[in-house]
């Protein structure tokens, strides 16, 4: 049975730094590309950061330059740098494997608040 694990979200100032963490078990991870996704309030879930299997990257417009999505096979770990934030990337974060096929189940997501 798969789960994903995200955490590391907290309240942070406009212009701070949060790190997010995905722990995920029970599949080959190595093999899929993954993804953070975020919904904020009254919003549809939108894909933030996308990393293939072999390292590659692709971001939203919104975020690009701002965050880096990285990944420890051996760890079976997401990880989300995000930089310079903005009071709209508040929400409740989520990994996943990429866009295009059958998402594992959520996890419970890492809320980040955006506030001065």
């Known amino acids: 049975q798969v789960q994903l694990v995200e955490s590391g979200g907290g309240l942070v100032q406009p212009g701070g730094s949060l790190r997010l963490s995905c722990a995920v078990s029970?599949?080959?991870?190595?093999?899929?590309?993954m993804a953070w996704y975020r919904q904020a309030p009254g919003k549809q879930r939108e894909l933030v950061a996308f990393?293939?299997?072999?390292?590659?990257?692709n971001y939203a417009d919104s975020v690009k330059g701002r965050f880096a999505i990285s990944r420890d096979n051996a760890k079976k770990m997401v990880y989300l740098q995000m930089n310079s934030l903005k009071s709209e990337d508040a929400a409740v974060y989520y990994c996943?494997?990429?866009?295009?096929?059958?998402?594992?189940?959520w996890g419970p997501g890492a809320q980040v608040t955006v506030s001065s």
């Open positions: 996943n494997k990429g866009p295009g096929g059958t998402q594992y189940p």
């Open positions: 029970g599949t080959l991870f190595s093999i899929y590309a």
């Open positions: 990393i293939s299997d072999r390292g590659i990257t």
